[in-house]
């Protein structure tokens, strides 16, 4: 910690020397604090919209910066009045919000020396290359270019060097990868032209323009980050939504999610075939190995019942070892060949388990009800689970490894067993 705070005070005062160090300040006065103060309020604004990222133990934040267009405007002394007045700013906003990381204060001297020195390089830069590039067509807009990936380059050397003192990177692949992974040209084209537009309105002075780009970037620039953020919040939702609905073992939908799709179900007025299933025998399985062999087996049966059905029907584990199905969109005669080719495919495969230092081949039998009915208001998909299961029961009096089903729509149909 001290290493860092150490390299954090020796870019401070060396941003300090090369301001004072590189001539006197020229800029008119009144045109300096008219031009610091919108960058100061813009800035601030745009500071919220910042994204924060985090390597191991180190957060910084990234975004657009309009640092480049204020140093060549500014030079390096007004550059380092800017950055000082800015990050004071989000230092103290931070920490009247109680947002400010424990380091805040100390890193506030990083970010003053590190940018200071950054776009003093720009500076020292553009009054090197301007001349080279002033008759070329779009030569301007080629060295602003030029400039932002030539400042971005540094700001990465600064801040891995920063990463490297903290051990959080140890080698020059792990800098490369963390500058590709940080960047992209959009972000560099986006900072290359609004400083471009800056500059040549800042020495024009026209104060109005610059503040319409201003808030355009503004503008542009939050409505990104409330989608963004949109974005983000439905994607968390809907991950926690589904570890909610879903079996932690098989990984299909639980008892949560049937519930909830049955209650969505009976106002379809579909009709219907509602299957109960379990494995015959599962507590010998458990009692023969170990609770470990009976996931597995637990496991190959989902999978082997969801292996039959279309994108139109669910599966669901609706207990221990028993799992419910809803078959959608098919015939009585088809619904009844699809379960008893489930049934036929359950008992003829087998799944491989580990027990006792050896694999072993476990094979399962299973038992079904089937109930076939219309949706209507006198039966509702809770009826119907009841009723399949109660033809599960009948399948397994009957022997196990059959299945047992009725027809609603049919009442002179009397139950059946295959």
Same mark, same amino acid.
């Given at each position: 910690?001290?290493?860092?705070?150490?390299?954090?005070?020796?870019?401070?005062?060396?941003?300090?020397?090369?301001?004072?160090?590189?001539?006197?300040?020229?800029?008119?006065?009144?045109?300096?604090?008219?031009?610091?103060?919108?960058?100061?309020?813009?800035?601030?604004?745009?500071?919220?919209?910042?994204?924060?990222?985090?390597?191991?133990?180190?957060?910084?934040?990234?975004?657009?910066?309009?640092?480049?267009?204020?140093?060549?405007?500014?030079?390096?002394?007004?550059?380092?009045?800017?950055?000082?007045?800015?990050?004071?700013?989000?230092?103290?906003?931070?920490? /009247?919000?109680?947002?400010?990381?424990?380091?805040?204060? %100390?890193?506030?001297?990083?970010?003053?020396?590190?940018?200071?020195?950054?776009?003093?390089?720009?500076?020292?830069?553009?009054? %090197?290359?301007?001349?080279?590039?002033?008759?070329?067509?779009?030569?301007?807009?080629?060295?602003?270019?030029?400039?932002?990936?030539?400042?971005?380059?540094?700001?990465?050397?600064?801040?891995?060097?920063?990463?490297?003192?903290?051990?959080?990177?140890?080698?020059?692949?792990?800098?490369?990868?963390?500058?590709?992974?940080?960047?992209?040209?959009?972000?560099?084209?986006?900072?290359?032209?609004?400083?471009?537009?800056?500059?040549?309105?800042?020495?024009?002075? =026209?104060?109005?323009?610059?503040?319409?780009?201003?808030?355009?970037?503004?503008?542009?620039?939050?409505?990104?980050?409330?989608?963004?953020?949109?974005?983000?919040?439905?994607?968390?939702?809907?991950?926690?939504?589904?570890?909610?609905?879903?079996?932690?073992?098989? +990984?299909?939908?639980?008892?949560?999610?049937?519930?909830?799709?049955?209650?969505?179900?009976?106002?379809?007025?579909?009709?219907?075939?509602?299957?109960?299933?379990?494995?015959?025998?599962? =507590?010998?399985?458990?009692?023969?190995?170990?609770?470990?062999?009976?996931?597995?087996?637990?496991?190959?049966?989902?999978?082997?019942?969801?292996?039959?059905?279309?994108?139109?029907?669910?599966?669901? +584990?609706?207990?221990?070892?028993?799992?419910?199905?809803?078959?959608?969109?098919?015939?009585?005669?088809?619904?009844?060949?699809?379960?008893?080719?489930? +049934?036929?495919?359950?008992?003829?495969? /087998?799944?491989?388990?580990?027990?006792?230092?050896?694999?072993?081949?476990?094979?399962?039998?299973?038992?079904?009800?089937?109930?076939?009915?219309?949706?209507?208001?006198?039966?509702?998909?809770?009826?119907?689970?009841?009723?399949?299961?109660?033809?599960?029961?009948?399948?397994?009096?009957?022997?196990?490894?059959?299945?047992?089903?009725?027809?609603?729509?049919?009442?002179?149909?009397?139950?059946?067993?295959?």
């Amino acid at each position: 910690m001290l290493k860092a705070r150490v390299y954090d005070f020796t870019l401070f005062f060396a941003a300090i020397a090369v301001a004072f160090g590189l001539g006197v300040f020229t800029l008119d006065k009144n045109t300096f604090f008219i031009a610091l103060f919108i960058y100061w309020l813009f800035s601030t604004l745009y500071n919220h919209l910042r994204i924060t990222a985090q390597n191991g133990a180190l957060k910084f934040d990234y975004g657009i910066s309009y640092s480049l267009s204020f140093g060549i405007f500014a030079g390096p002394i007004g550059l380092f009045i800017f950055e000082t007045i800015f990050r004071f700013t989000v230092y103290f906003s931070r920490k /009247s919000s109680k947002t400010a990381d424990e380091d805040e204060f %100390w890193d506030t001297f990083y970010n003053i020396g590190a940018h200071a020195l950054i776009y003093s390089i720009g500076y020292l830069l553009f009054q %090197w290359g301007y001349p080279l590039f002033e008759n070329i067509p779009f030569g301007f807009w080629i060295l602003m270019c030029i400039l932002t990936v030539i400042t971005t380059l540094i700001s990465y050397t600064f801040l891995s060097t920063a990463f490297y003192i903290m051990g959080e990177i140890k080698s020059i692949q792990q800098a490369v990868k963390f500058f590709r992974d940080s960047n992209n040209w959009l972000d560099l084209g986006k900072t290359a032209f609004t400083n471009g537009l800056l500059l040549l309105l800042l020495e024009e002075q =026209k104060w109005e323009m610059v503040v319409g780009l201003f808030i355009l970037n503004y503008l542009v620039s939050r409505s990104f980050h409330s989608k963004s953020q949109s974005i983000k919040t439905k994607i968390e939702r809907d991950k926690f939504e589904h570890m909610a609905y879903t079996d932690f073992l098989t +990984r299909i939908p639980n008892r949560a999610f049937m519930d909830k799709k049955m209650s969505e179900l009976n106002q379809s007025g579909e009709t219907i075939g509602i299957v109960v299933a379990d494995i015959d025998k599962f =507590k010998l399985i458990n009692d023969s190995y170990n609770h470990a062999v009976g996931d597995r087996v637990i496991q190959h049966f989902a999978n082997t019942l969801k292996s039959y059905l279309s994108v139109n029907d669910y599966v669901f +584990r609706s207990g221990g070892e028993e799992f419910t199905i809803i078959l959608r969109n098919r015939s009585l005669s088809q619904t009844v060949e699809l379960v008893e080719k489930i +049934r036929h495919g359950v008992e003829t495969s /087998s799944v491989e388990v580990d027990y006792q230092s050896g694999r072993h081949k476990v094979t399962i039998t299973s038992s079904f009800g089937l109930y076939y009915f219309k949706l209507n208001q006198y039966t509702s998909m809770e009826k119907g689970y009841i009723y399949a299961d109660q033809l599960l029961l009948q399948s397994k009096e009957h022997g196990k490894n059959k299945v047992t089903f009725k027809n609603e729509l049919s009442q002179d149909t009397p139950v059946s067993v295959l």
